[in-house]
DNA sequence: ACCTGAACACCGTTCAAGT
DNA sequence: ACCTGAACACCGTTCAAGT
């Protein structure tokens, strides 16, 4: 890439981020052109689509939370990995007001530029919960894309202003669904049906 | 209303039914009125915003609801009844796409056309849902605004691609956050923590 | 009273013409 | 190689002019 190629590159992608943050994952393209200073065709060419943009903007916190997946795969305590695993998606996903949309179609759509940072996330997210399960403390009936499902739906609840204030609450309760130690705080973390007599 | 008005009136309102059955709640009004066979400004005369449309498509429906939940408020089993609630406010508002999140956003706006009807229906759900809290069914710590926003979640996830197969088993899940009866088929329904030993 | 459609200010997307 | 911006086909919304 010529060398002030790249550097519109870089000026549009800083200005996107800008943009989106304030008026969300759909802000207009040329609004973006505009104060970036560059044609419209400009922004064309670098970003093909409007998903090839955000995929850009969000890169790197994707990266992130694929790595951190991975680490967390070891950890000592499962139940409490994979809840601040979720709570890292969901607040990766409110970054730009509804690019969680985005992100839901890019998962059935191959062509998408999302697609692939969507789906090893959920990938990986889906290891987390396997081995959750495997311990007994996350219900064995779903699956990771139900995990990254209700990680969605939580990011949207984020994104409404009715349900924005109350996000951390409904992002408990439905941890808890998710968990199985339902009692308060279990020392003896046991798997298998909850009565023991 | 002039007879020809209110012939425009009722026949605006089935073509829009139509044009939003197939594009959704952000179908081109635009082509509403073209399909319709009437100038933009009558439609705009008939319903001044999408929301005051919206709310004239759904207003039966809305209705519906709240004369339900009303009725389910003496039912036998409290808990089968707010479940059977909450699957048709899901259903209801699945019938527009993206129906969901104007109605999300018109919680918040006094001004929105749909504001009165979805305040309402959040009112009548709260009713059942404290209902079954007195009887220990459903968890304590959540109110009225938590079960509209876990309804509207599940019509959003409803409405993508990507989780819309899984749309039952999701709601099967979330109902299970709300609901207090954890075990499988628990003949005496006690409230209190599961442990009995 | 009611209806029409042009007018205005926006979009996303493409592509011939320039450097 | 890369950039520009006009052109095209759409929007939502308003409002003067017609019946």
Redesign the pocket.
Known sequence: ??A??????EHILAVAGTVATIDGA??????I?RRA??????L???F???EALLEALLRASFDALTVKAGELETAHAIDEALVSWLRDVVACARNYKGVITAMMAAMEDTNSALHASCVSMRTAGSRLLTRAQSEGVARSDMDGEDLFSLAAALAWLGDQPSSAPRAEHLFSLIASAILTNRGSSDPSRTPGPSASR
Do not use: C, E, I, W
């Open positions: 890439m010529r002030d190629a790249k550097k519109n590159y759909g802000a207009s393209l040329r609004d052109a200073g560059v044609g419209l065709g400009t064309y060419r670098h093909p689509t409007r």
